[in-house]
């Protein structure tokens, strides 16, 4: 799959500015804004760039941070709990699938301003998910690492266990599809997109939240929606 480097970086800055016009925001982001602006500018959006428009619908963009995505096996993929537990668990597809199922249909926001309304979700609530492993009493902080390094973001275990929050591995009525995340990424619709690690292949337990990814550049590790992010 090939990049169009020059393609990159003018779609992000639109969205970016009709965000701060249409939110009010923007007189005071002006102000720390601009290194932000420059580190969102080297993000790239291989599948937006190589696939027609057409293939990527419903308004959503793809964001990858390597240069390419994580292959999903359904027989050999496992997904890691360990850090603050009491039993370390690496669960298969079919151990996921067989963990109650939840469903939601929530909107999803990107902290650059696009948005993708009413996306219908299926997954696993995380205390479904945790109770395996026994959480020790003071693991307060979630973090998921993805099989795409070194992407990476944490979420407290407050935060993981609000309504509405999941690990999701159907979108619209269909299994995760590889450019979103396969076979799992989170879903926390109360928080920018950055938030919603893709290809989650590890989750661990523990007490001091790391900075994620885009945290490490500049963005707020509370995103909740409506904050600058
Ligand atoms: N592994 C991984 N997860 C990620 C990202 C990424 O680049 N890599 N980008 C994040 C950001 S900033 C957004 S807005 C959403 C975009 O989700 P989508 O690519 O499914 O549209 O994924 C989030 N999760
Ligand atoms: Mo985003």
């Given at each position: 799959m090939t990049l169009e480097p020059q393609h990159i970086d003018e779609p992000r800055a639109y969205g970016r500015r009709t965000f701060l016009a249409v939110t009010g925001v923007g007189l005071s982001s002006l102000v720390w804004g601009q290194p932000l602006w420059r580190s969102l500018a080297g993000l790239r959006q291989p599948i937006v760039n190589a696939l027609p428009p057409a293939l990527v619908p419903n308004g959503w963009r793809i964001y990858t941070v390597a240069s390419s995505m994580?292959?999903?096996?359904?027989?050999?993929?496992r997904l890691r709990i360990d850090g603050l537990v009491g039993r370390p668990l690496a669960l298969s597809y079919?151990?996921?699938l067989r963990l109650p199922r939840a469903e939601q249909v929530t909107t999803f926001h990107c902290v650059t301003g696009w948005s993708v309304k009413n996306v219908h979700w299926a997954g696993v609530r995380f205390r479904d998910l945790l109770a395996g492993a026994s959480p020790?009493?003071?693991?307060?902080?979630?973090?998921?690492?993805?099989?795409?390094?070194?992407?990476?973001d944490t979420l407290t275990l407050q935060q993981a266990q609000l309504p509405e929050v999941m690990l999701a591995y159907e979108m619209d009525g269909k299994p995760l599809r590889r450019e979103h995340g396969a076979p799992v990424r989170v879903v926390i619709p109360e928080m920018y997109g950055y938030k919603n690690v893709k290809?989650?292949?590890?989750?661990?337990?523990?007490?001091?939240?790391?900075?994620?990814?885009?945290?490490?550049?500049?963005?707020?590790?509370?995103?909740?929606?409506?904050?600058?992010?």
């Open positions: 994580p292959h999903f096996d359904p027989l050999t993929w079919a151990d996921l020790a009493g003071d693991a307060s902080v979630l973090t998921f690492t993805s099989a795409e390094r070194p992407y990476v290809w989650v292949e590890q989750i661990t337990l523990g007490r001091v939240a790391e900075l994620g990814y885009w945290e490490q550049r500049g963005y707020s590790t509370d995103a909740w929606v409506g904050s600058n992010g």
